[in-house]
């Protein structure tokens, strides 16, 4: 009977040496550093527990895991994604442009990229993290991706990393955004920017503008849940807020609740336009 593997060999055997291969099979690019996309794929808790470190105020060095590479593809990610709309929606005014950029980076979109990928099969994670079902979690997942795309810069340029943002970031999306762009719908599931959708609603109907709160921050360091209302800003009424949400990231926390805030106001905003039209 073969052996239980020994939890330390159980989170390290995402990243061996056949398993970069197979990512790199997927990601169609052969790195001449393979140590990048170990790196992109090494999550904090991996680097906290192989340094016996826990807590926050024990970090170990932040250059053993993913976050440089994710700040570096954020920056890289929001570029590319700016210059391929700009040429796939020459027709498109800035703000819907900017609207679109911020559907195909979002933290729920890289998510799902990330999960069309496979990405939970390669991350390097610590034990908590693996506890927590890391493996299936869209956060890291979003984290990851940009990390993916600061790696393959890094080690093949701009091209390589155009490439990947073009054939999995942006060609799934496009559909859904040429089906939102055609139909005028300004605000749509394809887009997803409901802070915006929400806030355009406030301005229109003369109700000023939503303000974001942080009510609790909880749960281990490498599974926080954010805790956030919104409310129209100025309003400091006991039972003011429009809405609440909760999520894995303060912006994911936030779109949720402007969604939720954006569901109840509409019909009333409606019904209150019907009204006066009467």
Do not use: W
Not at 157 to 176: H, K, N, Y
Not at 180 to 198: C, E, M, N, P, Y
């Amino acid at each position: 009977m073969p052996r239980r593997p020994t939890r330390k060999a159980a989170a390290t055997q995402a990243a061996t040496p056949a398993r970069i291969q197979e990512l790199e099979q997927i990601l169609e690019h052969r790195f001449l550093r393979p140590e990048l996309l170990t790196l992109a794929l090494t999550h904090r808790s991996f680097v906290y527990d192989a340094a016996g470190s826990s807590t926050e105020d024990d970090r170990a060095d932040p250059s053993h895991d993913n976050e440089q590479l994710e700040f570096v593809g954020d920056a890289a990610l929001g570029l590319l994604a700016a210059e391929s709309l700009c040429r796939r929606f020459p027709a498109s005014r800035e703000g819907e442009l900017t609207r679109l950029r911020a559907s195909v980076v979002s933290r729920n979109h890289l998510g799902k990229v990330g999960a069309r990928l496979g990405l939970g099969r390669f991350m390097r994670l610590g034990h908590t993290a693996e506890k927590n079902q890391g493996r299936t979690n869209a956060a890291l997942f979003a984290n990851t991706v940009e990390a993916i795309i600061a790696a393959l810069y890094l080690d093949g340029g701009i091209e390589v990393a155009r490439r990947f943002v073009e054939t999995q970031v942006l060609d799934g999306a496009l559909p859904e955004l040429e089906e939102s762009l055609a139909t005028g719908a300004r605000f749509s599931g394809a887009v997803g920017d409901h802070k915006s959708a929400l806030q355009e609603l406030l301005q229109a109907t003369g109700m000023g503008r939503p303000q974001y709160r942080l009510l609790s921050e909880s749960g281990p360091e490498h599974r926080r849940i954010f805790e956030v209302e919104v409310r129209l800003e100025g309003d400091e009424s006991h039972d003011g807020a429009l809405a609440q949400a909760a999520g894995p990231t303060k912006k994911q926390a936030q779109q949720e609740a402007a969604r939720l805030a954006f569901a109840k106001m509409k019909p009333q905003t409606a019904a209150e336009a019907g009204a006066s039209h009467g």
